[in-house]
């Protein structure tokens, strides 16, 4: 699944948004050739550090796609002292553990951070907080057009989702809350139509909310391109000018709405 949906995200020791598929893929692949070489000769100390070391890579992956819950980080620290007691670290799995994470923070290092910051008053259009979003014209569910320029001179949320993201599902009825209450911000709701395995899966989740707000279609990824859309869900917060004034990586709900438009 995540290999045919890949979703991007800022992790752990690395400062830009980067593929999460492959590295979780690789935090896989370590703990997989860990369980082997352990399970040659099984310990109870072995089974422990392997619950860890799954129980990480479950949180790694709860914190990036905006799911972590602090019960997961309990339960971490919880079989971290455990490990710790049952089965003491020898020397060279501290060395070890030391050295994967110095060889992260040089990977981390030589990694192009794939989200610039542009400076104000850049001739290009940006994505920072100040500058001035791309427009856009894309189709609703009905086939109609929209284009975002329709909404000059009000302030508007773009927010960027999927029917397969789960913190996207999550912060809808949040967002259709919202918008049924204002009558003076415009909510736009996109869809990154070239991530769906299925555009009718998109269109049946979103069917409830589209009284609410607009549902448009970035059926050929030009709009989330030039959004520089690397993780979901994205959401943007636009003045009357057009400039934004917010942004959001990650699920919103109605508090952050209403803070962020008032």
Known sequence: MTLVVPKYGTLPLL???QPLHLYMAALVSLLLVATWRWMRTPTLGALLWTGVGACSIWLIGTYVTGTFEWWGLILFVGLVAIAVYMARPSQKTVQYGIALLVLLAIINA???????????????TGLNIGQVPPNFELKRTDGTTFNLSELRSERIVVNFWAS???PCR???PDMAKFAREQDD????AVNTTTSERDVA?????VAPYEDAFEV???????VGEAYRIQAMPTTYVLDENGV???????????AWLKAQTN
């Not at 794939?114 to 400076?119: A, G, H, K, M, Y």
């Not at 911000?185 to 736009?188: A, E, L, N, R, Y």
């Not at 899966?201 to 989740?205: G, P, Y």
């Not at 934004?244 to 109605?254: E, L, M, P, R, S």
């Open 244 to 254: 934004i004034v917010a942004k959001q990586f990650g699920a919103i709900d109605h």
């Open 170 to 172: 999550a912060e809808m």
């Open 15 to 17: 400062s830009s948004p």
């Open 201 to 205: 899966d998109a269109e049946s989740f």
């Open 110 to 124: 030589s990694l192009p951070d794939e989200t610039p910051r542009l400076e104000a008053g850049s001739s290009q």
């Open 185 to 188: 911000v415009s909510i736009v």
């Open 164 to 166: 397969w993201c789960p």
């Open 216 to 222: 448009v279609y970035d059926e050929n990824g030009i």
